[in-house]
Every structure is written in C-alpha cells, then in structure tokens.
C-alpha cells in the first residue's frame, strides 16, 4: 500500500507560480512511477506530467511543456510540480498517482492516488 498527500494549491494570478508537492509514505517510492493529472469542473480528468522510477524520463502534456516541470527525491518521499507562467486555463483539481507499470500517460496504468489539491488561476 501506498499513502500519497498532496500539498501546495492555492489561488494565483495568471502569470504566477505553485509548486505542488506529494508525499508517499508505506512502500519504497522508488519501485513506483508517478505522475500528476488533473479534472477541471464538468471535464474528464487530464494527463498533466509523469516521471520514472529513477527520475531520469519526464513527459509531459503538451499544454504545459516549457512551463511546469515534475521531479522527485526518493530519499525524501515526494513528488513536485514546479508551475510557472500559469493560465487561468490551468484551473483544477490536481492529483498525484503511483503506479508499478503501464503507460504513465494513462490513469487506468495508475494504482494509488491522493485526494487532490485545488489550484486556482485568477485572470
């Protein structure tokens, strides 16, 4: 079993920035890949990032490539998603996820999840 904690939403104005944080705690969070989606209200939930066991292959979708970036510290735990030059567009739920294998793109591929962190862009 795998616990993950989001932290780090809040409200911004367009052009700011966030760094989302998730914390695992139960197995070793080296064995997982991890990543970050995120639902806006009446849309399915997106793809946003994803990172690799060793941390070393990031993707990302294509919306927030050059803007947002993920990484992890292993020893600590956790997982970030480092947000700059936000848009109001950006505005949701976000949720970090670990999973053993499968396609990090995918939610099905995901077997743990966190309860999710609400940011906001104000224009």
């Known amino acids: 079993q795998v616990q993950l904690v989001e932290s780090g939403g809040g409200l911004v104005q367009a052009g700011g920035s966030l760094r989302l944080s998730c914390a695992a705690s139960?197995?070793?969070?080296?064995?997982?890949?991890m990543g970050w989606f995120r639902q806006a209200p009446g849309k399915e939930r997106e793809f946003v990032a994803a990172?690799?066991?060793?941390?070393?292959?990031?993707y990302y979708t294509d919306s927030v490539k050059g803007r947002f970036t993920i990484s992890r510290d292993n020893a600590k735990g956790t997982m970030y998603l480092q947000m700059n030059s936000l848009k109001p567009e950006d505005t949701a739920v976000y949720y970090c996820?670990?999973?053993?294998?499968?396609?990090?793109?995918?939610?099905?591929?995901?077997?743990?999840w966190g309860q999710g962190t609400q940011v906001t862009v104000s224009s």
């Open positions: 139960g197995r070793t969070l080296s064995m997982y890949g």
């Open positions: 996820a670990s999973g053993l294998g499968g396609n990090l793109r995918l939610d099905k591929d995901y077997t743990y």
């Open positions: 990172v690799t066991q060793s941390g070393r292959t990031t």
